[in-house]
Each structure stands twice: as C-alpha cells, then as structure tokens.
C-alpha cells in the first residue's frame, strides 16, 4: 500500500511577519554594501541585532555562511559604521563578538522596532532559508536571492522580484530554478518549489490588505454582537414557553439535551443554543490554508467522526456539538473557525449530516450508511425498505 503524502509544512511567518522579513531585507540593501557576501552577512547580524542593536556571531557562524571573502564581508560592514570585534577572527572560534549596528540602538531612532516574538520568528525563517536543502552549499548571491524571493512570495506561492533585489542576484535565479527553490519564472514572476512552501513570506497587496481588514472587521463586529448576545439571560419561563410551542419531535430532542446525565450542561447553554440564532464564524485564509493541512493529515477523519456519532448517540441519546465531536476525537488547538472548517466539510461530503439550525444533532451521513455506519434507528429503516 503507498503510504499517504506527508502534510504540507505549515509557513513559518504570519503575514506581519512576513512584512517584518521584508522590511529586514530593505534595510540590509539600504546600507552602502556592495557584495552578496555583506548583504548576507548583514542579514545575519542585523536581526540578531533587531532587539538590542548588538548582534552576536562566532567564528563558527561566520564560516558557517560560507563566505567567499569573509575577510571583505567584514570590512564593508565596518566601513558602513559597524564595530565588529577583532575577537571575531580570534582563536576562539565559538566565542561570540558583540557587533554593534548602530541604527538599531534602541530609542526612537530605531530603524527596524521589532517585538521579541517577531524578532525570533523572523530570525528563524531567515536561517532556515538560507539553509534550505536546494540553496544550502549554492553561492552567497543565491542564498540572498532565495531570502528575497521567498520573503516576497504570496500564500499561493507566487510572487514577483522586488526591485530591490540585488543585481548580483539576477543571475542565481536559474539555479534556483535548477535545484527546486522555485517550480518556475516567467519574467520578473516566478512560483516557489513545493519543497519550499513553507518558507513563503505571505506577501499581500495593499488591495488584499484592505480586503482583509474589511473581513476582520466584520468578525469584529461578530464577537461583539455575539458578546453582547450573552449578557442576554433566558428565563426559565422564556424556556418553558418557547418549548410549549416546538413540534414533538423537536421537544423530545431538546429534553434528551437538558436531561442528559453525561453532559450535564447548564441551563443557560442549552436554552441560548436552542432559543439563539447560530452566529457565524467567518473562516479567514490562514484558517482555508490550516484546513487544507488538517485535512491532509486526517485522511480518515469523515469515517472517524461518523463512527463517534454512534457511539456518542447510544451514550447521550443525542448528538455531539462540534466541540463535543472534536474533543472527542482528540482533534486538539482547533480554532473556531477551523473546527466549523473541518465539520462542514465532513457534512459536505456526506459522511455526516445535522438538522440545521438545531444543536446536537450530527449523525452519520449518506456517506457513513453507504457503508453501514448507522444510528440503530437508521439500520431499522434500511432493512424495512429491502
């Protein structure tokens, strides 16, 4: 049997980092450097050096970058106002020297005020860039022009050359292509390789920007109605006239809710889940992309998640919540809008189906029974029709 395809990486930046990496890059090609070989190097220092404006390196980092004049690198770095340490050339390779890069002194002059957690993340993608199995023994040109174009690349991978992509880095570009870095390039566009995916920089147009902060805040304003909705309290007389005007059926499915000795839940969330409108969870793209991941690692989860039903059901005599189903199941750090993702599209493909807008009420779907996942009831009635 093949074995599944192993999930996708998930991106290493959020979108503001991957702003942050961009806004490092600008910065490094700002400075009066002239070779790959201190652009690169700056890079290193510089977001070490993001927090404090002192960035420590070793000797052994130095060789690490594989430098083709170390030598050289430093002293462009030095004649651009940096203090780099004589030590850092010392016998002791692994002792590290402070370089002092003075427009990240902190104070109001700071040229790139980043918070620690950015400043870790970004630090991080840059290394693990640059590291990367296609670019990792290719020139210092390419290893920059793999930083560039992956900083600048879109969560569909695309992306288009900055101009502020060094010179020397144009022509690197075909031996990233040749080794994978990137699937393809058409003019100054090009797509990330998938062995790659994961170091995409979430570059946005400032056209998306403003899309997305239009659908944050609408999700805004979602939480604050959905706040305000709970400061609203359900009588029990409220409950007791709302159930008194319920079909049959639907009361004996809202009392096997409220009665339910195993999950016991209050007064209040029942009443509010039955009496209240479903609000709605609005799915940002971060949460399309996890889903598409989640999903890749879960292959099994439909048949997974119709069979928990039936077993749910004969223990509560209802259905499961979607948290009920996903706790349940052990799906854990689901988000809301991921977990809404990750039930409907299992509702969508049949393995189960719910009596919208009524809470409780997932249960196998015409996928599940196809292959004789049912609820007894349901086992019932196929043998009836035969």
């Not at 652009?39 to 002192?54: S, T």
């Not at 030590?87 to 692994?94: M, Y």
Request: with cysteine.
């Amino acid at each position: 049997m093949t074995p599944p395809p192993a999930a996708p990486l998930p991106f290493l930046l959020t979108p503001r980092q991957g702003a942050a990496a961009r806004e490092l890059l600008s910065y490094v090609v700002g400075l009066p450097l002239t070779s790959p070989d201190a652009q690169l190097l700056a890079v290193v220092v510089a977001i070490r050096a993001a927090r404090a404006g002192v960035g420590n390196l070793t000797g052994t980092d130095l060789r690490s970058l594989r430098l083709e004049d170390p030598e050289g690198a430093v002293a462009e770095l030095v004649a651009a106002g940096w203090q780099v340490p004589d030590s850092l050339f010392g016998e002791e390779p692994d002792k590290p020297a402070g370089i002092i890069v003075p427009d990240m002194a902190p104070g109001e002059t700071h040229v790139l005020p980043l918070g620690k957690g950015t400043r870790s993340k970004v630090s991080g993608w840059a290394m693990r860039t640059r590291i990367a199995k296609p670019v990792k023994k290719a020139s210092p040109a390419a290893r920059l022009a793999a930083l560039f174009l992956a900083a600048y690349s879109t969560e569909e991978l695309v992306g288009e050359a900055p101009d502020e992509l060094p010179a020397a880095c144009y022509p690197a570009v075909p031996v990233l292509l040749e080794k994978g870095f990137l699937a393809e390039v058409s003019g100054r566009t090009y797509r990330l390789g998938p062995a790659v995916r994961h170091l995409a920089g979430m570059f946005r147009t400032p056209e998306e920007e403003a899309a997305l902060a239009a659908e944050e805040a609408v999700r805004r304003a979602a939480r604050e109605a959905a706040a305000a909705a709970e400061l609203v309290e359900i009588t029990p007389a409220q409950w007791a006239e709302w159930k008194s005007g319920v079909s049959p059926a639907l009361l004996r499915h809202v009392v096997a809710v409220e009665q339910c000795s195993v999950c016991r839940c209050s007064f209040g969330r029942v009443a509010k889940a039955f009496m209240s409108a479903p609000s709605p969870v609005p799915a940002p793209r971060p949460a399309v992309g996890d889903h598409d991941a989640w999903r890749s690692a879960h292959p099994e989860c439909g048949r997974e998640a119709a069979e928990f039903t039936v077993a749910f059901r004969a223990e509560h005599g209802h259905g499961p919540s979607y948290g009920q189903l996903c706790k349940g199941l052990r799906w854990k750090k689901l988000s809301r809008a991921l977990r809404g993702l990750v039930v409907s599209g299992i509702i969508a493909e049949g393995w189960l189906t719910e009596t919208s807008p009524v809470p409780w009420t997932l249960r196998p779907g015409k996928a599940a029974q196809a292959r004789g996942i049912v609820l007894p009831g349901q086992a019932a009635a196929a043998r009836s029709t035969r």
